[in-house]
């Protein structure tokens, strides 16, 4: 192949990577397979002496295809040259000193601000057009509302979500929803949102690392000799400023070690280091390049990589049916831990890298944190694409979303599906399996585990190395979790119940009808609907529900696999009549001799009494300890006649030693 057709393919895959991963956020070839491929380009171009006008070397960021109203940049915003060579990266100062500072990974947004108030934020889009994110960009976390300077400030930084806030926003979505991949991809499109409310849920921070300029009220101009100036300046007026350290050629090496040990806990992501020339007159002296400017460089760290052998292609199956690829290989060491898999994200990857079992592979940690295959020394090509869901058995379907191809299963019965019916199981109101989370669940699915819930109890017995060999899960956890299993063999019917994921029975309805059945499941299950609707809070569409549920045959298989792996406690029988018999409290406010609400709650449905959220007219009493409080719920219930009464009122009404009403 020659140069010019060598470099045309090399362009359109290069484009095509990167369209998928800034547009989608899809990532269809390995970070260093694609810096390579760019090196390779970039030689032929110097060789050749022509530079196509759609070469990834020419084009900056990405392109601009959201609703967001866009703005151009009054001069084209560049990218940075790059190196992974430390004596190179120090030979670049030539004798000058220099500014050293970590390259986050984010997205770069430009702020400007008049009048002490920021007036306008635009991202850096694809270098010469932007998009404008003033409400947003007032969401972000540490972001000063108001700054000391009167006059016309334009400063350039990064928009990211940390590693912890990033946990955060995780932690927040409902159970079932899925989870956010990675901070750099969670925070681009959190930026960019139609709605300011979205972006401030995002936990989005911003970290200047350029001053642009600074002009006073009359129009002249704030000056500056150095760039550690600027940031000191910057500082002063509320902004946080990207972690650095002025540096020489001699010191660069020793610095560029204190970054690498510190990127393994550094709250920001980050993927390399930026070089700045500290003297701001002769940096701009040096001008630019068509992409470059040649007062800074940028540095990506040099991988550590480690040849290993290609045990097995793993195919995990997620809640969405995609199924993904995991290699795992022979243990070896890198970046100070020791790695056994890495994420092949999809099948163009796979086929791409030609992976068979038995290949010697060289793999790495993408920024020091994330195990990739770097390549394939064998290419062997023997590992096929499963044709059946190793789950469930049933034919896979490849399909092609933002240029890669992805592997699917279909079908609407596969267990994993189901994640979220194997979450409400193990939910505190239900089986309560402490620190068993809905990313554990995915992976015991995934890897084959667990089919059906009575499957978490024989787990110890049968799968305990499939388990323990699942990525973040080691002996240590596994037994944890097996004795928090065991622990939950330990329940009440109703739990139970509840747990088994009816529609329209929660907690309260489950104790309901166990009371009413005598803690008899399996009378329950072969209740009529008119005896389910006769249970006074039931009625006749739960009972509907409740009995579509245990006419299914596998449904009631499971009910008795389950009644033969917990136990329940003998229960003390209630008293036959008390205060709280038949009587409906709402509680509200804070408490004070009762743990929490739940315990409370529990303790009135023990004696008979039911609990509601919200006053009605079928309210008995309103608890709330604060009785003269002006709240909705005390208003509600002044407007209804009904009692509102303190926590040591209800304990006087429950003994029957009063009765407040």
């Given at each position: 192949m020659d140069d010019i057709k060598r470099m045309d393919e090399l362009i359109r895959i290069l484009n095509e990577a990167s369209y998928a991963y800034y547009q989608t956020g899809t990532e269809i070839m390995p970070n260093h397979e694609y810096d390579a491929m760019y090196d390779e380009l970039l030689e032929l171009e110097q060789k050749t002496g022509m530079v196509r006008a759609d070469s990834p070397t020419v084009k900056v960021g990405y392109e601009v295809m959201s609703e967001l109203p866009k703005e151009r940049h009054p001069s084209r915003m560049l990218s940075l040259d790059k190196t992974k060579d430390v004596d190179a990266l120090a030979g670049f100062l030539s004798g000058h000193e220099g500014v050293l500072s970590w390259k986050m990974d984010g997205l770069t947004v430009v702020l400007t601000y008049e009048?002490?108030?920021?007036?306008?934020?635009?991202?850096?889009?694809?270098?010469?057009?932007?998009?404008?994110?003033?409400?947003?960009?007032?969401?972000?976390?540490?972001?000063?509302?108001?700054?000391?300077?009167?006059?016309?400030?334009?400063?350039?930084?990064?928009?990211?979500?940390?590693?912890?806030?990033?946990?955060?926003?995780?932690?927040?979505?409902?159970?079932?929803?899925?989870?956010?991949?990675?901070?750099?991809?969670?925070?681009?499109?959190?930026?960019?949102?139609?709605?300011?409310?979205?972006?401030?849920?995002?936990?989005?921070?911003?970290?200047?690392?350029?001053?642009?300029?600074?002009?006073?009220?009359?129009?002249?101009?704030?000056?500056?000799?150095?760039?550690?100036?600027?940031?000191?300046?910057?500082?002063?007026?509320?902004?946080?400023?990207?972690?650095?350290?002025?540096?020489?050629?001699?010191?660069?090496?020793?610095?560029?070690?204190?970054?690498?040990?510190?990127?393994?806990?550094?709250?920001?992501?980050?993927?390399?280091?930026?070089?700045?020339?500290?003297?701001?007159?002769?940096?701009?002296?040096?001008?630019?390049?068509?992409?470059?400017?040649?007062?800074?460089?940028?540095?990506?760290?040099?991988?550590e990589t480690a040849e290993t052998t290609l045990r097995e292609i793993f195919w995990s199956p997620s809640r969405t049916g995609r199924i993904n690829p995991v290699a795992v290989f022979d243990p070896v060491e890198l970046e100070g831990t020791t790695v056994t898999r890495a994420s092949v994200h999809n099948v163009s990857i796979v086929e791409q890298l030609k992976l068979g079992i038995g290949d010697t592979i060289r793999v790495y940690k993408a920024n020091m944190i994330i195990p990739q295959i770097a390549e394939n020394l064998t290419q062997s090509g023997n590992s096929p694409i499963p044709d059946t869901c190793p789950i469930c058995g049933a034919k896979t379907q490849i399909r092609e979303e933002n240029l890669a191809r992805e592997l699917y299963c279909p079908s609407a019965e596969c267990p994993i599906k189901h994640l979220k019916a194997f979450a409400l199981f193990v939910s505190r109101d239900a089986l309560n399996v402490d620190g068993l989370s809905e990313a554990t669940l995915e992976k015991l699915i995934g890897c084959g585990a667990?089919?059906?819930?009575?499957?978490?109890?024989?787990?110890?017995?049968?799968?305990?190395?499939?388990?323990?060999?699942?990525?973040?899960?080691?002996?240590?956890?596994?037994?944890?979790?097996?004795?928090?299993?065991?622990?939950?063999?330990?329940?009440?019917?109703?739990?139970?119940?509840?747990?088994?994921?009816?529609?329209?029975?929660?907690?309260?309805?489950?104790?309901?009808?166990?009371?009413?059945?005598?803690?008899?499941?399996?009378?329950?299950?072969?209740?009529?609907?008119?005896?389910?609707?006769?249970?006074?809070?039931?009625?006749?569409?739960?009972?509907?529900?409740?009995?579509?549920?245990?006419?299914?045959?596998?449904?009631?298989?499971?009910?008795?696999?389950?009644?033969?792996?917990?136990?329940?406690?003998?229960?003390?029988?209630?008293?036959?009549?008390?205060?709280?018999?038949?009587k409906t409290f709402v509680i509200t406010g804070s408490l004070n001799t009762f743990e929490n609400r739940k315990q409370l709650v529990d303790y009135i449905e023990s004696l008979g009494g039911k609990v509601s959220g919200s006053v009605s007219a079928n309210t008995d009493y309103l608890i709330n300890n604060d009785t003269t409080s002006s709240s909705s719920k005390n208003k509600k219930a002044a407007q209804l006649g009904i009692p509102v009464i303190s926590e040591e009122e209800f304990r006087a009404l429950a003994s029957n030693d009063a009765d407040p009403a």
């Open positions: 009048n002490h108030e920021l007036l306008k934020a635009v991202t850096r889009g694809n270098g010469e057009v932007g998009e404008v994110i003033t409400p947003n960009a007032k969401t972000f976390l540490n972001l000063p509302k108001k700054i000391p300077f009167s006059g016309r400030l334009v400063l350039r930084g990064e928009a990211v979500i940390r590693y912890d806030d990033f946990d955060v926003v995780n932690a927040s979505l409902p159970e079932g929803e899925e989870k956010y991949k990675n901070p750099r991809n969670l925070c681009s499109g959190s930026v960019r949102q139609l709605n300011s409310a979205v972006t401030a849920a995002r936990r989005v921070r911003f970290y200047a690392f350029a001053l642009i300029s600074a002009n006073e009220p009359d129009g002249s101009e704030v000056s500056f000799d150095l760039v550690t100036d600027q940031f000191d300046w910057l500082a002063k007026q509320g902004f946080d400023v990207v972690e650095h350290f002025q540096v020489t050629s001699d010191t660069v090496p020793t610095q560029v070690q204190y970054f690498a040990k510190a990127i393994k806990e550094n709250p920001v992501p980050s993927d390399g280091l930026v070089l700045v020339l500290n003297d701001i007159a002769y940096g701009r002296s040096l001008g630019t390049t068509a992409k470059f400017p040649r007062n800074a460089i940028a540095f990506k760290w040099a991988d667990l089919h059906t819930p009575d499957d978490l109890f024989h787990m110890k017995d049968t799968q305990r190395e499939r388990v323990i060999a699942l990525e973040g899960i080691g002996e240590k956890s596994f037994d944890n979790l097996t004795a928090a299993i065991e622990a939950a063999r330990e329940t009440t019917p109703a739990a139970l119940l509840y747990g088994l994921g009816i529609a329209g029975i929660g907690p309260a309805n489950a104790k309901v009808l166990c009371r009413a059945f005598g803690q008899d499941l399996l009378a329950i299950a072969d209740a009529n609907e008119e005896d389910l609707a006769a249970v006074s809070g039931i009625g006749p569409v739960l009972a509907a529900s409740v009995h579509a549920y245990m006419s299914d045959e596998q449904n009631r298989e499971l009910l008795k696999r389950l009644l033969a792996e917990v136990h329940f406690p003998q229960e003390e029988a209630p008293a036959a009549q008390t205060a709280v018999s038949g």
